[in-house]
């Protein structure tokens, strides 16, 4: 019998995340374009004497280690389809910001649901794993496939993307963490102080844009720029003001593109190449406008079973 399994799953950021009005069930529908990028959470799995959960790396104190951790919910979930024991000890290596943005609670979902498939043999589909991840979160079954997807409904009904390059991103992580909930709350409440409402009678279907999806297709980073957008922004801004100097000094620092990283407070930093790449982190660490800076690109492969 496999003694342990581990999984490694990448961090998300929203190159479009448009916000339909607020549902009568509590959510918006989205057109959520996901592009992956390497960074990443590593979920092993190894059978235990209980369900527990240990976590790991910078950010580890943020993280619930009880069972409305993502990670624990995923294997009580498959367990109980699969009538498999979920005495499991999970183990969270994590590099992804906490509650920054970038899914990385949905990673940890997807990942040990992946995990957990593998150490019992359960062979569940592809589909019941996506399933199983929208019941989780609506961008948990992003976190698994990876790669670009654009996510209609709540987010969680995916369209895999065609991406056509590299594209190269700084990140700037912001002290402490944002709700996510509270973020969408602040939309609504900045729609209905604006006039316009926040119901789905008010707001239009939100639409992916096609000189978006072009961008992404040929790999243009110039284009891709130019069509970036997040309904989200100006509500997380609201919520944490001090972002805007984050990315004004991103802006001055030569970036194509800055943006909040979907609910944030990640910011997002898209740039031409490496070498930009280098010079924008150092402007942002510079700054003294964030936490700390992370380079990476993407688009990154979704989990992916490591060992085990
Ligand atoms: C905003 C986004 C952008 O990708 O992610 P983050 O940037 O926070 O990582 C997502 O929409 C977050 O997805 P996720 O974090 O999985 O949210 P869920 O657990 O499904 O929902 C948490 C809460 O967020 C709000 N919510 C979420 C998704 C959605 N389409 N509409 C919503 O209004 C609801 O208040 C919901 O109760
Ligand atoms: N495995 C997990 N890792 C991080 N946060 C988790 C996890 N499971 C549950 N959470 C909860 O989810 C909240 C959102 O975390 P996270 O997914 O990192 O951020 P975001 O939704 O902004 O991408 C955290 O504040 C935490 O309470």
Redesign the pocket.
Known sequence: MTASVTVRVPA?V?VQ?A?GG??PD?????A?V?LAVGLYDEITVAPADELRVTCTGPDAGQVPLDRTNLAARAALALAERHGRDSRVHLHIDKDIPVA???????ADGAGALLACDALWGTGASREELLEICAE?????P?SLVGGAAL?R????LLTALEVGGTFHWVFAVADGG?S??A???ECDRLREASGTGAGIADIPDPEASAALLDALRTGDAAALAAAVSND?QAAAVSLRPSLSATLAAGTEAGALAAMV????PTTAFLVTDETEATKVADALRASGTCRAVRVTSGPAAGATVLRG
């Open positions: 998300k929203n995340l916000v607020l549902r509590g959510f918006h529908d989205l959520n996901f920054g943005g970038m899914a990385g609670g949905s989780l979160g609506s961008d948990v992003f996510g409904g709540r987010g969680e944002l996510t909930p973020v969408y709350a989200l990283s979907g609910s944030g």
